[in-house]
Each structure stands twice: as C-alpha cells, then as structure tokens.
T-cell receptor, first 114, second 116 residues
Framework: AQTVTQSQPEMSVQEAETVTLSCTYD???????LFWYKQPPSRQMILVIR??????QNATENRFSVNFQKAAKSFSLKISDSQLGDAAMYFC???????????FGKGTKLSVKP | KAGVTQTPRYLIKTRGQQVTLSCSPI?????VSWYQQTPGQGLQFLFE???????NKGNFPGRFSGRQFSNSRSEMNVSTLELGDSALYLC???????????????FGAGTRLSVL
C-alpha cells in the first residue's frame, strides 16, 4: 500500500528566510504524481505545486520549489523569502497507478515569525 | 471559473440523525471526491464519483454514502450519526492529468460537521 510520511509536525521560520518541509512516500508504482497542498487557518485547501514522477526536473512555482529524489522516495518543499501569509498546514499528497484519490501525509504546521 | 462550492459550511447534528452535504464542482470537471479530515486521523478518502458512478471507495462504513448527478454536483450522506463523525468534510473537483487515471484535485472550503 502507498504511504506518505511527513516527519515534522511543526516548523517555524523567520519572515524572509527559507524553510524546507520534508516528505517521504512509498509506492511500487512507476507512474505517479506528488503534490503539496496548503491549508491556511481559514481551511480552504490550496494546491501549491505538483511533480510528475517521470520528470527529473524539479517543479518550481514562484517562491515554492521541490526537491524530488525519486530513488530515495523523497519530496521536500522549499519556501523561499517566507511571508506571513505562508503560515498554514502543509500537506504532502500522492496519487498513482489507476487510483484517482489522494493519499495525504499528516501535515506540517508552518509558523512564520515577523 | 468559479471554484468548488460546498454547502452548508457548518452543521450541528445530534447522534442518530442523518445529514446530507452538497458539493458543486468546477465547471467542466466530471470527477468529484470526498475526504474526511479529523485531528486524529488526518485526511482520509471517502469516495470518488465520475459521471454519476462511484469509481473508488475508501475504508468507511456503509453509513457513509454518496451520489453524483448529471450536472456533476455531488452529495454525501451520513446516516445514524456518531460522535466520531464530527469532522471537516472536504469535496474535491478533479481534472485529469497523465494517462493512467490520475487527477489534480481542487478543494472546496469544506463543511464542518459537529455531532453532539
């Protein structure tokens, strides 16, 4: 069975600094996607970034980038120039094979200090 | 495009009652998935509907059911509510990606259900 693990329940970063959130996953599939979602206290889950497993190039979306290590089954999220609005729960998620649903990690609560 | 709309935003019910939650997906999206979010269990997949058919189901008891209408709107129903059903219920509207049935999922704001 596929699993997603986020080992950091909470993280803190100073405004304008860089922070990296960790995620590992386990799958026997070769065709899959990985995602990072952000859930602010207002609770709307927002897609931050996605990575296709077959792409070696790491995905980037403005201040958000990933470090995708396929062999190690690692998928970390780097947030550069952190802003107060980045404070939220961040969930790593996987979908693969023929399944349509997402498998989520437990989440990392990110605090941003002014 | 309008986002995913879930109604109502909040519900308070008592044990033994039943409840129906509604989800309107993004226009053009034909797949809708439902998730339950609790502090203890995190985000758990309930079921997925595509073109009015349940295509995938998570590990939840039969008290949890759903359906999808021809306009892709979806409802989920929970019968005989238990205290443990208190949760945030999230609906996701899905856009196909890749070639093997994977989707990008866009979430609604959720319905907060409290069972007293």
């Amino acid at each position: 069975a596929q699993t997603v693990t986020q080992s950091q329940p909470e993280m803190s970063v100073q405004e304008a600094e860089t922070v990296t959130l960790s995620c590992t996953y386990d799958t026997s599939e070769s065709d899959y996607y990985l995602f990072w979602y952000k859930q602010p206290p207002s609770r709307q889950m927002i897609l931050v970034i996605r990575q296709e497993a077959y792409k070696q190039q790491n995905a980037t979306e403005n201040r958000f980038s990933v470090n995708f290590q396929k062999a190690a089954k690692s998928f970390s999220l780097k947030i550069s120039d952190s802003q107060l609005g980045d404070a939220a729960m961040y969930f790593c998620a996987y979908t693969g094979g023929s399944q349509g649903n997402l498998i989520f990690g437990k989440g990392t609560k990110l605090s941003v200090k002014p | 495009k309008a986002g995913v709309t879930q109604t109502p935003r909040y519900l308070i019910k008592t044990r033994g009652q039943q409840v129906t939650l509604s989800c309107s997906p993004i226009s053009g999206h034909r797949s809708v998935s439902w998730y339950q979010q609790t502090p203890g269990q995190g985000l758990q997949f309930l079921f997925e509907y595509f073109s009015e058919t349940q295509r995938n189901k998570g590990n939840f008891p039969g008290r949890f059911s759903g359906r999808q209408f021809s306009n892709s709107r979806s409802e989920m129903n929970v019968s005989t509510l238990e205290l443990g059903d208190s949760a945030l219920y999230l609906c996701a509207s899905s856009l196909a990606i890749g070639t093997s049935g994977q989707y990008i999922q866009y979430f609604g704001a959720g319905t907060r259900l409290s069972v007293l």
